[in-house]
């Protein structure tokens, strides 16, 4: 076990919400000790700056360049720089005593099936900016080297649940679904994108209310699940393909619930993601003792009851062990940057299909 390093690491995921960015300490093995935490929210114009760049990266067969995307890419990097001089700023850390930044940047497509995933997000001019080591580019070796490149926090949900009762699971609740299992050796390591997460759910309030999601699950709670629709979903032979497997944003649409009301869509398609969840469980191992729940679903009510009833387990958000559920995904990416200065696996044959641990990332150092 190596000496322990102050790592920043951020997160801007595919609800397009806005940016997470956590200080933590940790050897990048068994020891984390968070430090601080700041999110930022997107501004209205930022978040449809980004929506428009993955729209057009959709549409590409390869990752390529054009004006949008460039301009969509200077201002993420110029934001999470920002967002990082803040947090070191109220935490009263020089950033000359930060050892590195995990800068994972802003996902436009996802698309290991063609041999490429795609984050933007310019590593150099964020490394002189700060004068800090940045690792960057977390997915590209891994599905280089013939993984999904997702999900990727596995290696971090395993830290974090050190001492817990096994075999356990974490899900996280984000724009897409993932969960890892950790079985009774800490080597015991499955995880794969269970469906949409808050994907859909965000989509369908967004069209119908104008609002960015549900909160609480407030809609979804005056609403009735449609039946025929929630049974159509569910019928993708994706939920039957074994794992590793991953998602995009944008490869499950809420377009079967076209012609619900805005309540009873909003609960059939909050019950879509639920019952995701419990078509997951049928690919582990073995069930697990408990559910632990990060990421922004866990503020929905409504969700984590129907996925405790769908799962017949008991939904623990991440805080009941002392976590901070919206921090874990920055955090994580603080954890993997270390990880990848040590060269130490941040991907494995149970996460990704990789066939090998991957250690993963590119170092950029300030010039």
């Not at 806005?18 to 990048?28: C, F, V």
Request: glycine share 12%; charged share 20%.
């Amino acid at each position: 076990m190596g000496s322990s390093l102050l790592a920043v690491g951020l997160m801007s995921g595919t609800s397009l919400d806005g940016i997470d960015a956590a200080l933590i300490e940790t050897d990048g093995e068994g020891f984390v000790q968070p430090v601080a935490f700041r999110s930022e929210p997107y501004s209205e114009h930022a978040r449809a700056e980004l929506r428009h760049a993955a729209a057009i990266a959709r549409q590409y067969e390869r990752p390529r360049r054009g004006s949008s995307i460039v301009d969509a890419e200077k201002m993420l990097t110029q934001r999470h720089i920002e967002v990082v001089e803040g947090l070191l700023a109220s935490a009263d850390v020089p950033a000359s005593k930060v050892d590195v930044v995990g800068f994972h940047g802003q996902t436009l497509a996802h698309r290991p099936e063609r041999g490429w995933t795609w984050q933007i997000g310019d590593a150099d001019a964020m490394a002189r900016a700060l004068g800090i080591a940045v690792v960057s580019d977390f997915r590209g070796a891994d599905v280089a080297a013939g993984g999904q490149g997702a999900p990727l926090l596995p290696v971090y949900h395993r830290a974090l649940t050190a001492g817990l009762e096994r075999p356990l699971a974490v899900l996280n609740l984000g724009g897409v679904g993932n969960i890892t299992w950790i079985g009774e050796s800490a080597d015991d390591l499955i995880a794969f994108d269970t469906g949409p997460g808050n994907g859909l759910i965000d989509d369908w309030v967004m069209a119908e209310t104008g609002r960015r999601y549900d909160e609480g699950g407030a809609l979804a709670a005056e609403g009735s699940i449609d039946e025929k629709v929630l049974a159509a979903m569910l019928d993708n032979p994706w939920f039957d393909a074994l794992p590793p497997k991953s998602l995009d944003r944008a490869d499950f649409t809420m377009h079967p619930a076209k012609g619900l009301s805005a309540a009873d869509g909003a609960t059939t398609l909050t019950a879509f993601t639920a019952a995701t969840v419990a078509l997951a469980l049928d690919h582990l191992p073995s069930s697990p003792r408990r559910l632990i729940v990060a990421g922004g679903g866990r503020h929905n009510a409504t969700l984590m009851a129907m996925i405790a009833d769908a799962c017949d387990l008991r939904t623990e958000p991440i805080e009941a062990h002392g976590h901070n559920g919206d921090a874990t995904e920055a955090e994580g990416f603080g954890y993997m940057a270390v990880r990848a200065l040590r060269r130490l696996p941040i991907s494995f044959p149970g996460t990704t299909g990789v066939r090998a641990p991957n250690p993963g990332g590119v170092l950029t150092r300030p010039e």
